[in-house]
Every structure is written in structure tokens, then in C-alpha cells.
């Protein structure tokens, strides 16, 4: 069973420019959370989708942040008119549907730099 | 704001246990205290949780005071390759809005040969 997966590893975006980064879940896992961590900061909790609903985004940025996990394909993280305090790694983790199942699985992250 | 206190590090011999503490006083009775560890900026990984009886898995122990305000994370055999920042976590939810996860700073555990 492959585990989460984070495309790119790597993002370079100039100022302005738009970064879209890819989360494919566990499979059969139908919750996805995203977390950002800054450079030399803890991980920030963003947002938490389950298949076509967003549940919790109470650590979203209120401007140029977007998230969605349609019912097929992975979840996407999008970020407009990149700034050069976007940069940070962005990682999701993915958990099964329903109750008693207490871990969230964590793909590697995307590294995004902003010129 | 996470609602745990960690010291910021510590360090122990390879080979030897490693005993983390956490610090959870205002934990309420429905919290799991939860612990992740973050390799050299790799994606967290989860450890280990309970909610009031210690626990054991092939990674770790997890031993919880009677009073639940704090807990240790025991790595009993630690290897140069548990150099890692852990995280101890209280959490009350594993679906909704509580099931997100709210990472401290963490306490860097170094580990030397």
C-alpha cells in the first residue's frame, strides 16, 4: 500500500506566479489535512477536506489560499500570486473514514521557494 | 496554541532508552495525548497514543500519569537514526474539527554514537 504522495517535492515560483501542489491520499483514505511549516517554525494546521467538502479551514490564509479534494483525483492545494512568505514546506496527511482510527499519515511535502 | 509543554532538548547514548517527557496539566478527560516525531524535515510520523493506560507498539511506550497531566515517550534501545524533533500532541477528536493536529515546538531529541 503506497503511501501518501506529495508531487512536486519541489516548487520554484516567482512572485506573482500561481503554485498548485498535489496530495494523493492513502488508499481507501478519504480525509485530508493540510499542514505548512516555515522555515525554522512548527507545523500550522490549514485545512481539513474530506472527498468534495471542506470541513475545517480555520488555518487558512484568508486571501489567495484555496484548497479542494474533488471526488476523483488528488487533493490540490492552490496558492495565487505567490509572495516570498509562502515559502515554506507543505505537507497533508490523509486518514481512513470513520471513527477509532486515530493517526494521520504524512506524505513528504512540497518545498515551495518563491523568487 | 498547543496545549503541551516539552523541554526544547535532550540527548541520550545510542543504545540507551530515551525517556521524553510531556507536560499536558489542562488536558480534559476526553484528550488522547498523541506523539509524532519529524526526521531532519522529512513528513511527521506517528508513534504512538493513549488515553489513560500506558501503551506499547514496536516503536515506542507511552506511559501516562494516573492524573493524566503528563506523560513520557519511552524509545527503549535509541538508535542514531531517532535523532528526530518530537512532538507530544493532545487531541479530543478523530473526525471533524478536532481531529486536526496542533503541533508545539516539539523537543529535539539528539542522539549520539
Known amino acids: 500500500n503506497a503511501g501518501v504522495m506529495q508531487n512536486p517535492r519541489h516548487l520554484v515560483r516567482r512572485r506573482g506566479q500561481e503554485a498548485r501542489l498535489r496530495c494523493s491520499p492513502m488508499k481507501g483514505h478519504s480525509h485530508v489535512y493540510w499542514y505548512r511549516q516555515l522555515p525554522e517554525e512548527g507545523l500550522k494546521f490549514m485545512v481539513y477536506l474530506q472527498k468534495e467538502n471542506i470541513i475545517d479551514e480555520s488555518g487558512m490564509p484568508k486571501e489567495r489560499f484555496s484548497a479542494e479534494f474533488p471526488k476523483e483525483g488528488p487533493s490540490i492545494l492552490r496558492i495565487q500570486q505567490v509572495v516570498r512568505g509562502d515559502s515554506a514546506a507543505y505537507f497533508c496527511?490523509?486518514?481512513?473514514?470513520?471513527?477509532?482510527?486515530?493517526?494521520?499519515?504524512f506524505g513528504p511535502g512540497t518545498r515551495l521557494t518563491v523568487t | 496554541d498547543a496545549k503541551t509543554t516539552q523541554p526544547p532538548s535532550m540527548d541520550c547514548a545510542e543504545g540507551r532508552a530515551a525517556n521524553l517527557p510531556c507536560n499536558h496539566s489542562?488536558?480534559?478527560?476526553?484528550?488522547?495525548v498523541y506523539w509524532y516525531r519529524q526526521i531532519h524535515s522529512q513528513g511527521p510520523q506517528y508513534i504512538i497514543h493513549g488515553l489513560k493506560n500506558n501503551e506499547t507498539n514496536e516503536m515506542a511506550s507511552l506511559i501516562i500519569t494516573e492524573d493524566r497531566k503528563s506523560s513520557t515517550l519511552i524509545l527503549p534501545h535509541a538508535t542514531l537514526r531517532d535523532t528526530a524533533v518530537y512532538y507530544c500532541?493532545?487531541?479530543?477528536?478523530?473526525?471533524?474539527?478536532?481531529?486536526?493536529?496542533?503541533f508545539g515546538k516539539g523537543i529535539t531529541l539528539s542522539v549520539r554514537p
Open positions: 496527511a490523509s486518514s481512513p473514514l470513520g471513527q477509532g482510527v486515530p493517526e494521520q499519515y
Open positions: 500532541i493532545v487531541r479530543a477528536g478523530l473526525t471533524g474539527a478536532n481531529s486536526k493536529l496542533t
Open positions: 489542562t488536558i480534559s478527560g476526553n484528550e488522547y
